[in-house]
């Protein structure tokens, strides 16, 4: 049977180049992620030591107002609470707080990723394109990347402006001017991290709760036992953790905080 629209025969118009090829795939993940409610629920809770923190500080920020007008030594012992706050550090445990969240919307985004493709066998469709594994494998894992990065970013940097804006005369950049940076590249590596592993692990299976289930049995695992190592080490040395403390740094959750941790000093 003859086609009946013959009109793209005569089409004159510009040809896209072949080197975003992978920006096809990546840009129905990302817009597929932005639909799903589960997405944006997990973005707002995760960040949810920031939303204490910054009500703790516009609280204390008041009291401080209410003072100053004749409570001069209420008005010194807030401001004395203010500058003793170590600003990197509430980023590193909004951050921290945060890894269970991530590791949701990671599952969430990327464990059928491959291996629903598997499943349907889709792969076949997708090589017999002008499209090479690389860019099938690249547009796969930025469509993982970026939501899960986006999802760090919009609350750190809530609480980062808030921060510049309210409180540089108490602190804000003196413990460290480059905080801003430091927070996109952990969030970065954090990311690239969860995108990877997942991807990975999607790849193996044809069922996408399976390869849910399994990456998320190796986060908990490596976790739960790296703690356990560490209470038996107490137990049997009667030191907290001792030497052995190190080895939280070998589970999935205990490389991002280490890596913040190393970033940020």
């Known amino acids: 049977m003859q086609i009946a629209d013959l009109s793209y025969r005569n089409y004159d118009g510009p040809l896209e180049s072949p080197t975003f090829r992978w920006w096809v795939i990546s840009r129905t993940s990302i817009l597929r992620a932005f ?3 589960g997405y944006w629920v997990a973005t707002a809770l995760s960040g949810w030591y920031y939303l204490v923190m910054i009500a703790v500080l516009f609280f204390i ?16 012992l807030t401001d004395t609470f203010l500058r003793k706050i170590v600003w990197k550090d509430q980023f590193l445990h909004g951050f921290s707080f945060a890894q269970l969240l991530i590791l949701v919307t990671a599952l969430l985004l990327g464990a059928g990723a491959i291996a629903n493709d598997n499943r349907a066998n889709a792969l076949l469709v997708y090589l017999s394109k002008p499209c090479t594994k690389a860019d099938y494998m690249i547009g796969k894992w930025v469509g993982i990347f970026l939501p899960v990065l986006l999802m760090m970013v919009i609350p750190s940097t809530v609480f980062y402006l808030y921060g510049l804006l309210s409180f540089r005369d108490y602190g804000f950049f003196a413990d460290d001017p480059w905080i801003g940076p430091k927070m996109v590249l952990i969030m970065t590596l954090s990311a690239a991290l969860h995108a990877s592993l997942v991807l990975a692990i999607s790849s193996m299976f044809q069922q996408g709760r399976i390869a849910g289930a399994v990456y998320a049995g190796l986060y908990f695992l490596t976790t739960f036992f790296t703690k356990l190592m560490q209470v038996a080490y107490a137990i049997k040395h009667g030191e907290e953790v001792g030497p052995i403390g190190t080895l939280f740094y070998c589970s999935v959750d205990g490389i991002q905080i280490g890596l913040a941790k190393a970033i940020l000093g």
């Open 35 to 37: 639909k799903t409610k």
């Open 61 to 76: 920020e008041q009291a401080t107002a209410a003072q100053s007008q004749g409570q001069a030594q209420g008005m010194g």
